[in-house]
């Protein structure tokens, strides 16, 4: 058995929960998962309002917030890990800090607990080059550190509050109102809400010459974006790509820590980035 099969067991945990997270989110990527109507807020103005048909919001940023923290729980286990076995006993310095470092400047990272226990040089060198505020990183240390990043940022938030999951249209609403003459649209204004609220506001319009029985028909396409306001510049199917991306990061990290301790791990190739 792996000495890290603890950590392993964690990681197949966040890929359930990232598996259901995935399945709702592509929900809300479809053009039937939403409702849409128009109505007058008085006779010169109107508003068309959006709502999600199946109410997911919450139970999707639940299954987010359990991803992120089995990741970070299988990286702080494996740091863990690796000191117990280097150290031989479970009498550890700082215990209640003892975690994978993610540090955005050197002093956070020169004060890490594992720094004050036993550690393997080659797995400390390699932590340290992924680390956000390391400056001589080779690309692929780039890219891990960039996903360690957004899991350390939205772990650390979920702890607080759930994250914010915001379905939006863009402002280019052309041709999106009609209304038969003599009445006619003076202009279209979005409002900027989130789709995922119970009933949204999408756009304002103007109207003149309106008449009694008038009907107001929603006849164009506009784009939903659908983006997570903690992963920053992620819309849509690329939320699925990064939270997949931040698995194969938890995955490398692990292995590495795991062939430290096996017979023979100097002569195997260091393991690579991959879903």
Same mark, same amino acid.
């Given at each position: 058995?792996?000495?890290?099969? @603890? ?7 966040? $890929?359930? $929960? ?8 592509? +929900? +809300? +990527?479809? !053009? ?16 068309? /309002?959006?709502?999600? %048909?199946?109410? %997911? ?8 917030? @359990? ?8 990286? !702080? ?12 006993? @479970?009498? %550890? ?12 400047? =050197?002093?956070?990272? !020169? ?15 390699? =932590? @340290? $080059? ?18 360690? $990043?957004?899991? /350390?940022?939205?772990?650390?938030? !979920?702890? /607080? ?23 006619? =649209?003076? /202009? ?27 009907? %107001? ?17 992620? *819309?849509?199917?690329? #939320? ?8 194969? *990061?938890?995955?490398?990290? #692990? ?21």
């Amino acid at each position: 058995m792996s000495p890290l099969e @603890e950590c392993w067991r964690r990681i197949d945990r966040a $890929h359930t $929960h990232c598996t259901a997270f995935v399945t709702g989110w592509n +929900l +809300l +990527l479809e !053009d039937d998962s939403y409702t849409f109507g128009a109505e007058m807020k008085d006779e010169r103005t109107g508003v068309v /309002h959006a709502s999600l %048909i199946t109410p %997911i919001r919450h139970e999707l940023s639940l299954e987010l917030g @359990e991803f992120f923290y089995q990741i970070r729980a299988a990286l !702080d286990g494996a740091v863990y890990r690796a000191v117990m076995l280097k150290r031989g006993s @479970e009498q %550890i310095t700082g215990i209640n800090r003892l975690d994978f470092p993610v540090c955005m400047d =050197i002093s956070k990272f !020169d004060t890490a607990a594992l720094h004050k226990n036993p550690f393997p040089d080659k797995l400390r060198e390699w =932590i @340290e $080059h992924v680390q956000p505020y390391y400056a001589g990183k080779t690309p692929e240390e780039a890219e891990i550190s960039a996903f360690l $990043h957004i899991l /350390h940022d939205c772990a650390r938030k !979920d702890r /607080h509050r759930q994250l914010h999951l915001v379905a939006a249209v863009p402002q280019d609403l052309g041709g999106i109102i009609n209304v038969p003459a003599p009445a006619r =649209i003076t /202009h279209v204004k979005g409002i900027g809400g989130n789709l995922l609220e119970k009933k949204c506001e999408l756009f304002e319009f103007g109207i003149q010459d309106t008449f009694p029985g008038m009907n %107001i028909n929603l006849n164009g396409k506009f784009t939903i974006q659908v983006s997570i306001d903690e992963i920053p510049g992620a *819309v849509g199917e690329q #939320v699925v790509k990064t939270l997949l991306r931040i698995e194969a *990061v938890a995955k490398l990290a #692990v292995k590495r820590f795991e062939e430290e301790f096996e017979v023979g791990a100097n002569q195997l190739a260091p393991p690579s980035l991959s879903v």
